[in-house]
């Protein structure tokens, strides 16, 4: 299988609904053609809305196990009550309601590949017997003292951040280290931006069969308005936006002012500032914006404080202003590459480094991170 990826990797691609040139989704593609032919774990993380139930499908797909059945549960949608009943099955008579035997998911995906969409959710409870079944494919019925057996493949998925969960004891660490044996990161569509042209088209294609649309086709400007979205809702959301304008748009030429009907200004908050995304300018554009916004939101607020302070000086009469006085006078002379690069340094040395965290808690990508500290000499 990992061969067929090798030399056709587009192919495998299209096969298995892994839509994407990207190089994020390429290597992810690799990864889906080298794990499906094991029974090993994989857990796939990501946003909500990134996919990871496409992954999972393509990797029960590609498996030796395509012909059995697929078992997807979504974890956060089974009351905790009831939810060991609904994996595990229940006997006759096991609790109010329990009118006759039944088997529970991992019994019906015997041979087969179950999907656990939301395992983060799962209860603390349920997680012991759950990690039986991981362990050794063994289980128990609710209300039963026989122990039974099941050959199935377990693929997880979570929008959570397991390790933090964890940490806080909402997740058990035995089953987290079980679970991660495989980890597929999803990344978000606003960082795959090359991606967006050919979903929409897919997408498009989709809806316009299934609905009897006649689709004329999108203009290059519209497209460049997709790519600039910041798409917080991600690939789900950018299936709906196509559905609602081939369908409300009746199938039309798509232009511009089509396209920003159905994108939502997206504000991403930071400190509780909320700083619009603009269009028409290219993603890099758009987050180093939001970077200056926020150091000029900093400055307004030194100046305020530069102020409150020559008010108090002037107040008491002294003649040479403060320290702080001077530090906020400082800001009046600086440009904003220099505002820029002093945020970057104090965020990085915040985080000690850490790329990843200084570049969420900038609101910007970690490359659009990592070109910035190549461009300040931060490295």
Not at 207 to 228: C, H, P, T, W, Y
Not at 322 to 343: G, I, K, P, Q, S
Request: hydrophobic residues 40%; proline residues 3%; charged residues 30%.
């Amino acid at each position: 299988m990992q061969g067929a990826v090798t030399r056709d990797p587009v192919r495998f691609q299209q096969e298995h609904g892994i839509i994407g040139e990207s190089v994020e989704m390429q290597k992810i593609a690799e990864v889906v053609a080298q794990v499906a032919p094991t029974d090993i774990t994989v857990l796939i993380t990501g946003e909500s809305g990134v996919g990871k139930e496409v992954i999972a499908k393509a990797i029960h797909a590609a498996s030796h196990r395509s012909k059995k059945p697929l078992i997807t549960v979504n974890c956060g949608a089974i009351p905790e009550g009831i939810i060991e009943s609904e994996l595990f099955g229940h006997e006759r008579g096991s609790f109010t309601g329990a009118a006759e035997q039944r088997k529970g998911y991992f019994e019906l995906a015997d041979g087969g590949t179950i999907f656990l969409d939301e395992i983060g959710e799962l209860p603390l409870a349920a997680q012991v017997k759950f990690l039986r079944v991981l362990e050794n494919g063994e289980f128990l019925r609710v209300g039963s003292s026989q122990s039974r057996t099941v050959n199935v493949r377990v693929i997880a998925a979570t929008n959570k951040d397991l390790e933090n969960e964890v940490r806080l004891q909402h997740f058990r660490v035995d089953v987290f280290y079980r679970l991660r044996a495989v980890n597929i990161v999803i990344p978000p569509l606003r960082n795959r931006v090359e991606d967006i042209p050919l979903l929409f088209h897919h997408f498009a294609s989709e809806v316009a069969q299934r609905n009897k649309i006649r689709f004329a086709g999108i203009s290059d400007a519209a497209v460049q308005l997709l790519e600039e979205y910041h798409w917080p809702g991600n690939v789900r959301e950018l299936r709906n936006v196509v559905e609602s304008m081939l369908v409300l748009e009746g199938g039309k030429y798509l232009q511009p002012d089509d396209v920003r009907k159905y994108l939502k200004e997206y504000r991403v908050t930071s400190d509780d500032r909320q700083l619009p995304v603009p269009f028409g300018k290219s993603v890099e554009q758009a987050e180093r914006e939001l970077i200056l916004r926020a150091l000029l939101d900093i400055k307004g607020n030194l100046m305020e404080l530069r102020n409150a302070l020559l008010d108090h000086v002037h107040m008491q009469d002294t003649v040479r202003p403060t320290e702080e006085v001077e530090r906020a006078n400082t800001t009046d002379t600086m440009t904003l590459d220099d505002m820029e690069h002093r945020m970057i340094v104090e965020v990085l040395g915040r985080f000690k480094g850490n790329r990843r965290a200084a570049a969420r808690a900038l609101n910007i990508s970690e490359r659009t991170l990592y070109r910035k500290i190549k461009e300040y000499g931060l490295e």
